[in-house]
């Protein structure tokens, strides 16, 4: 809920989860063509965005790569989600650039 009030002052963090993954439901199933994450203090290096109809079935959608924490932003062809994922895929375990990923704010877009 934190990751997606419209608030950058407040994130939702993972409890010393590696690697760890953010899920959303939007409730109904749209055709997503565009998201965008911004992390709190900590973040994913190495992440993906993910969309499921139906939350059995992902799909990635985009990813990101020796990532430095600004937003993310990635537009695609539109497919249908009623679920979407940000999964930080690194660092995973302490040690490693980035930190244990927290997310600000995710904006899923038709």
């Known amino acids: ?37 911004t992390f709190g203090s900590g973040y994913a290096t190495h992440f993906e965005f993910r969309v499921s109809a139906d939350g059995k079935t992902w799909h990635t959608v985009a990813s990101g790569a020796d990532h430095d924490g600004t937003p993310y932003e990635a537009t695609f062809d539109p497919v249908a989600a009623r679920y979407v994922r940000v999964c930080g895929l690194k660092p995973d375990g302490p040690g490693q650039p980035g930190t244990q990923m927290s997310v600000a704010e995710l904006e899923v877009y038709e």
Do not use: F, Q
């Open 1 to 37: 809920k934190l990751g997606v009030d419209g608030r950058l002052d407040t994130i939702a963090l993972a409890g010393n989860e590696w690697p760890w993954t953010y899920e959303v439901d939007l409730i109904d199933t749209v055709k997503v063509r565009r998201i965008k994450v």
